[in-house]
């Protein structure tokens, strides 16, 4: 059950250039909202969140917008770095069956060229 | 302040055999989750622990089983293994039981089943 999706398997991005990075969920008791990013032989790092009462959250160059409506998610990377480079997943929680279980989507590969 | 950290870092095992992973969580942290991530694809929810009982599961079968002792730290055992078992095993770690838990990953497992 592919509860969250992210359409775009990989982005390509000039550095200094915003990063729109976007996912998709079918799930309305959804309610939790995070973005974490992965490198090659790590483990995902959280790099942000969000809750439903919310529609933004900043966090330096990282923003986080929420539409309910749409049940849709973006992270905004301004301006893009090339250390950004890297995988990036959206996961999302929330409902009486799924109060401790995230799901994630598949990913995003973004590439910031220098 | 350590993070989250696993073992092994790989492991290589033949299919019927049983394997044991292992995740120590985040300082201050007491509740466990156990991810399974294929290869392209984003990260999978086995089952959260959470004072030593498992709290909620993720579609997977008995062969997942798993276990949380008094000092937090927890197991991952899968028996009878399958070649489909193959995957990086994700162990994230986060405080207590909330609406906006925030999970912190181990750097992974990486399973091969020959």
């Known amino acids: 059950d592919q509860q969250v999706k992210q359409n775009s398997p990989s982005l390509s991005v000039q550095e200094g250039r915003i990063s729109i990075l976007n996912c998709d969920y079918t799930?309305?008791?959804?309610?939790?909202f995070l973005w974490y990013k992965k490198y090659p032989a790590e483990g995902p790092t959280f790099l942000i969140s969000i809750s439903s009462i919310k529609d933004k959250n900043e966090d330096g160059r990282f923003t986080v917008f929420l539409n309910k409506s749409a049940k849709h998610l973006s992270l905004h990377i301004v301006p893009s770095q090339p250390g950004d480079s890297a995988v990036y997943f959206c996961?999302?929680?929330?409902?009486?069956?799924?109060?401790?279980?995230?799901?994630f989507g598949s990913g995003t590969k973004l590439n910031v060229k220098p | 302040d350590a993070g989250v950290t696993q073992s092994p870092t790989h492991l290589i095992k033949t299919r019927g055999q049983q394997v044991t992973l292992r995740c120590s969580p985040k300082s201050g942290h007491d509740t466990v989750s156990w991810y399974q991530q294929a290869l392209g694809q984003g990260p999978q929810f086995i089952f959260q622990y959470y004072e030593e009982e498992e709290r909620q599961r993720g579609n997977f079968p008995d062969r997942f089983s798993g276990h949380q002792f008094p000092n937090y730290s927890s197991e991952l055992n899968v028996n009878a293994l399958l070649l489909g078992d193959s995957a990086l095993y994700l162990c994230?770690?986060?405080?207590?039981?909330?609406?906006?838990?925030?999970?912190?990953f181990g750097p992974g497992t990486r399973l091969l089943v020959l």
């Open positions: 996961a999302a929680k929330g409902g009486y069956y799924n109060f401790n279980k995230f799901y």
């Open positions: 799930n309305s008791m959804f309610d939790y």
């Open positions: 994230a770690s986060s405080q207590g039981q909330g609406a906006r838990e925030t999970q912190y």
